[in-house]
């Protein structure tokens, strides 16, 4: 604790002895301390310690404990028993109209909790007593009674939370007509401060949905998923948490997990008052969780009344998970969507870190209940699960200022007919306004501004800050330019983008992939492009859209695709590319009639895609992973040069200090790297590895995964890896290859690609040798052509392996090929010098 030798001992200590009271009233001042505290045992006659340092106050007679009973009722009961003395033993009766007023210190929300209990007396038979409970101005239980739930009695906890001002807060009991009121226990406790959203979000999802401070919330549920009943001793504001079983609709589909509530962590907006860590730290997930292909959803019922807008807070927090974008999932609200493809670890950055989102949902006078759903997302390669570690459903005081139901009796002369009139007036309003924006979104839409011809836009503009929000996708601005492209990406105006497609024409449509269909189109200025119209309902899509706009704006290079602009117009998204007229490169290989490609072309075409990724490692100023490396993504241009395109699923590669970036698995079936599948850490080897499945899908032209074929061939990494082992990879060759392969090229390329598959990251060459050694087995290839050209050798496959590479070989590299990358051919000589030397 900071004692240095260096003092003189005396002095040390009394330092140590500050540090240490410091240190220790620090600890104790982080619990919460409410201005309010009142704690009252109704009809009590002591102080009555109940859970650890909480002491009830009987209501009678003493006066400066800043609480009074009026009219000072005498009559209590209590029961006659044995067991340790609690709340429920005693209670007070009123006979007549009640109040508690109670000189609060605190403006703003404080908790207000009931204890009800009918004490078996020979006076009042409470369980039929019927009575009402308004706390400033807010009803919160009107003509109540424990009769009329037809249960037995049990002890019943109410908890409310009631706006306080500065005149106090007063608690009215009223007995209805010749019946009793009675309360057992009162508590009303500051609630701290941001306790409670100013908004939530709605369900379905829209716009956001305000919470007056003025509004009055009812609890009512509380639970803690996944774990035991918290008692007011595990909650530092002394809330109840109940176990979730009892809500479960498919108890099988839940798994309980629980980590050491110590291992919690509370990030900055997020505080044990919001809920303590032994809520965190147990969730339920789904059973069975990451096994195979599950796909179901965990279910919850929660019976509420109806006629009401509750506030629902969901707790997560990742305690399943070893890394971090490992767990995926969405959440349903009443069938709807409340949070989808949500990655906890993206708004925590940690593992076992508190995080809550607040929605408000309205349930029908018609309903009853309210559902709550996790399941997995629709997602490539994601380990299915999905969890919830706590969750709080509120009422929210209705326009009357009541949070209780009109008993049935009361039902069609007083509030209903007012409630009917006001929610007739809101769907009227809202009715209205979706009308509304719905002529506006057809006016835009036919009635595009035209073009403001020759707009000059010079640079690449600044991505839209509304990318990503659905409120205000509808965007008017439209930029355009029929100036050429100078190779930089800028906005479209959709009606440009229309033009060049022919109104989105289906003949001139090239491709269909996971984001949309791709069309041929041509811009005003002649330059044949590729267009990508998305579909406006994915927000996935929506992620990839930006990510790829991000991308591309700050990458560019020969052997990557080039956006030429984007549109999101009108909740469109739509990329424009440079065309690539000779499509994707996996077209060449097969299921296709197009002509067989030489391998002089498919090792160029090899080495195109791996300067591509070359510079996306290595080039720009921050290294990018691309994630998602495959044939179809490689596409060629007229002239069959090759470009790696799709950059949907880039990631910023680790940064100097990390060696990894954690990430949700996400890529390619077939192409998968097994360690970043393993792990959930992507590095560049993870596009190394998927490079490699290229390769071999190259070299024997068949897909990477085809479950046709008898089960050791249907991955292709494994098959061509067997015979790779056995050094007779050119059993498995595509037939249009065969005597045309030069077998020293073929044995490069194998090596190649079998080190770009090693099992381990660390194990595989970085792009930069894959490229040399790409570029080697090409000039193998060259120079035995021009062997055979001079000699008519028959050096080539099935024929005798035996050939000695000559420099020459290197002389007749194009000159094209020579000067991009000059540190690749000097790595090539020295290879051509000494063939053995890798
Ligand atoms: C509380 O009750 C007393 C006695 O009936 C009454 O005089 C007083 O106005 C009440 N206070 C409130 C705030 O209703
Ligand atoms: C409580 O018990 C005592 C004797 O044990 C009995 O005399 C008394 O009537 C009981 N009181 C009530 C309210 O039942
Ligand atoms: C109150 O009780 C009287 C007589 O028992 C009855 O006439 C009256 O309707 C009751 N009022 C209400 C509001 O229930
Ligand atoms: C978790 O589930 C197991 C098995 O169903 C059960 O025995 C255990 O009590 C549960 N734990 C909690 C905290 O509910
Ligand atoms: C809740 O508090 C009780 C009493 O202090 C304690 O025995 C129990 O272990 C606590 N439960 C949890 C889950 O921390
Ligand atoms: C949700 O959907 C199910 C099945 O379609 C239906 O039975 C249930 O009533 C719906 N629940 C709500 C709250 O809309
Ligand atoms: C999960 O529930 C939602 C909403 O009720 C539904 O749309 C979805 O299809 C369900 N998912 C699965 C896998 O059952």
């Not at 707790?315 to 959440?331: E, K, R, T």
């Not at 739509?574 to 994707?584: K, Q, R, T």
């Not at 998602?628 to 880039?650: M, P």
Request: glycine share 8%.
């Amino acid at each position: 604790m900071g004692c240095s030798r260096s003092i003189p001992n005396s002095f040390g200590l009394f330092i140590c002895l500050v540090c240490c009271l410091f240190w220790i009233s620090s600890s104790v001042l982080a619990a919460f301390r409410p201005v309010d505290n009142f704690l009252i045992d109704c009809g009590g006659t002591k102080p009555l310690e109940i859970d650890v340092g909480r002491t009830f106050q009987p209501d009678s007679g003493n006066s400066n404990l800043g609480f009074s009973v009026s009219p000072a009722s005498r009559i209590f009961v209590s029961e006659n028993v044995t067991s340790p003395s609690n709340l429920y033993q005693t209670c007070r009766v009123f006979t007549e109209t009640s109040n508690y007023t109670f000189r609060t210190n605190q403006v703003g929300r404080h908790w207000l909790r009931l204890h009800l209990y009918p004490i078996e007396n020979s006076h009042y038979n409470l369980k039929a007593a019927v009575f009402s409970v308004v706390a400033n101005g807010v009803t919160l239980l009107h003509e109540f009674s424990f009769a009329e739930s037809g249960k037995p009695p049990s002890r019943l906890r109410k908890e409310f939370v009631i706006p306080v001002d500065a005149s106090g807060f007063v608690l009215i009991l009223s007995p209805s007509n010749g019946s009793v009121a009675f309360i057992n226990g009162i508590e009303v406790i500051s609630v701290p401060d941001g306790q409670f959203p100013p908004t939530a979000v709605s369900i379905p999802i829209g716009s956001s949905v305000d919470i007056p401070v003025h509004v009055a919330l009812g609890t009512a549920y509380r639970i803690n998923m996944g774990g035991p009943l918290l008692t007011p001793n595990n909650d530092s504001l002394w809330r109840t948490w109940e176990p979730d079983y009892p809500f479960l609709l498919n108890s099988a589909s839940a798994r309980n997990g629980s980590v050491d509530p110590s291992f919690i962590k509370y990030p900055a907006g997020v505080t044990v008052e919001i809920a303590p860590n032994v809520v965190y730290a147990t969730a339920q997930e789904m059973a069975d969780a990451n096994v195979g292909d599950q796909r179901f959803n965990i279910s919850w019922v929660f019976r509420v009344d109806g006629g009401f807008t509750y506030l629902i807070r969901l707790h997560f927090c990742d305690i399943v998970s070893q890394a971090l974008n490992n767990l995926v999932f969405n959440v349903y609200i009443n069938n709807q969507t409340a949070l989808n493809s949500f990655d906890i670890s993206s708004k925590t950055k940690g593992i076992s870190a508190a995080y809550f989102v607040d929605f408000a949902a309205g349930v029908s006078m018609s309903s009853d209940q309210i559902l709550v759903q996790i399941g997995p997302p629709n997602l490539r390669n994601i380990p299915p699960n999905a969890i919830l570690n706590g969750l709080e459903i509120m009422k929210i005081s209705n326009i009357e200022d009541s949070l209780d139901v009109p008993v049935v009796a009361d039902f069609g002369s007083r509030g209903p007919k007012k409630k009917v009139v006001v929610l007739a007036i809101v769907f009227c309003l809202v009715g209205s306004a979706i009308l509304a924006l719905i002529a506006a979104a057809i006016y835009l839409y036919f009635h595009q501004p035209k073009k403001p011809k020759k707009r000059p836009v010079s640079a690449w503009l600044p991505l839209p800050t509304h990318v990503g929000h659905s409120e205000s996708k509808i965007s008017t601005v439209s930029y355009t330019s029929t100036a050429p492209s100078l190779g930089l990406g800028r906005v479209l105006a959709f009606s440009e983008v229309r033009e060049a497609t022919k109104n989105f024409d289906e003949s001139l449509v090239i491709g269909l992939g996971g984001f949309g269909k791709v069309y041929r189109g041509i811009l005003d200025n002649e330059v044949v492009v590729a267009v990508k119209r998305g579909n406006p309902r994915s927000r996935q899509g929506l992620m990839e859209f930006r990510t790829e706009i991000e991308m591309l704006s700050k990458l560019r290079h020969r052997h990557l695709v080039s956006l030429i602009g984007y549109c999101e117009e009108l909740n469109e998204m739509i990329l424009v590319y440079e065309f690539m007229a000779g499509g994707p490169l996996r077209k060449h290989l097969y299921g296709s009639d197009l002509p067989p490609l030489t391998w002089k072309q498919r090792l160029e075409i090899c080495i195109g895609a791996a300067k591509g990724l070359h510079y996306l490692h290595t080039g720009a100023a921050e290294s990018v992973i691309h994630r998602d490396v495959k044939t179809t993504n490689i596409l060629l241009d007229e002239n069959h040069t090759s470009k790696v395109a799709d950059f949907g699923l880039s990631k910023l590669g680790p940064t100097l200090d990390q060696t990894h970036v954690s990430t949700a698995v996400k890529g390619s079936f077939g192409y998968l790297d097994p360690e970043y599948f393993r792990r959930q850490q992507l590095t560049e080897k993870s596009d190394v590895y998927s490079f490699g499945v290229v390769l071999m899908e190259v070299l024997c032209a068949r897909p990477a995964i085809n479950p046709a074929l008898p089960r050791e061939q249907v991955n292709i990494a494994e098959w061509a890896m067997y015979w790779q082992k056995k050094g007779q990879l050119e059993q498995i060759i595509d037939p249009h290859l065969v005597g045309y392969v030069n077998l020293d090229s073929l044995r490069k390329f194998g090596e190649t690609a079998e080190k770009c598959l090693s099992e381990y990251g660390i194990q595989r060459p970085t792009m930069g040798d894959v490229l040399w050694n790409l570029e080697y087995a090409l000039q193998l290839q060259e120079a035995s052509v021009q062997t055979i050209a001079d000699e008519s050798s028959t050096n080539y496959i099935p024929e005798i392996p035996e050939w000695i590479p000559h420099i020459e070989g290197a002389e007749c590299e194009s000159a094209d090929r020579a000067s991009d990358d000059a540190a690749t051919r000097s790595a090539v000589f020295s290879q051509l010098i000494n063939p053995k030397g890798r």
